[in-house]
């Protein structure tokens, strides 16, 4: 059974950082991508940041510079390093195995975590 925990949101002022974890576990972990993915209030889901089974990254353009996306594989975790927080970043924050797709990187679980809440004020 799939299951994905993440952790390290809160509420930070805009220019500062914060770390979000997530734990997997149900699946082969080191195989895939795993993603970021982040929604915020009246808003759908998006992407935010993807890590390859290899090591090869991408972001979205609002994240670009700012965020880092890394992997441990022997502890099946996948961390967001967030710096320059900006009050847009606000959202509920959550991992996903990620796959690529044409338009872009998608998830691939039905079944989402609870999310970290991650707030920036300005």
């Known amino acids: 059974q799939v299951q994905l925990v993440e952790s390290g949101g809160g509420l930070v002022q805009a220019g500062g950082s914060l770390r979000l974890s997530c734990a997997a576990s149900?699946?082969?972990?080191?195989?895939?991508?795993m993603g970021w993915f982040r929604q915020a209030p009246g808003k759908e889901r998006e992407f935010v940041a993807a890590?390859?089974?290899?090591?090869?990254?991408d972001y979205a353009d609002s994240v670009k510079g700012r965020f880092t996306i890394s992997r441990n594989n022997a502890k099946n975790t996948v961390t967001l390093q967030m710096n320059s927080l900006k009050p847009e970043d606000t959202a509920v924050y959550y991992c996903?195995?990620?796959?690529?797709?044409?338009?872009?990187?998608?998830?691939?679980?039905?079944?989402w975590g609870q999310g970290t809440q991650v707030t920036v004020s300005s």
């Open positions: 149900g699946f082969v972990f080191s195989n895939y991508a």
């Open positions: 890590i390859t089974w290899n090591d090869i990254t």
């Open positions: 996903n195995r990620a796959q690529r797709r044409a338009t872009g990187w998608d998830p691939v679980f039905d079944n």
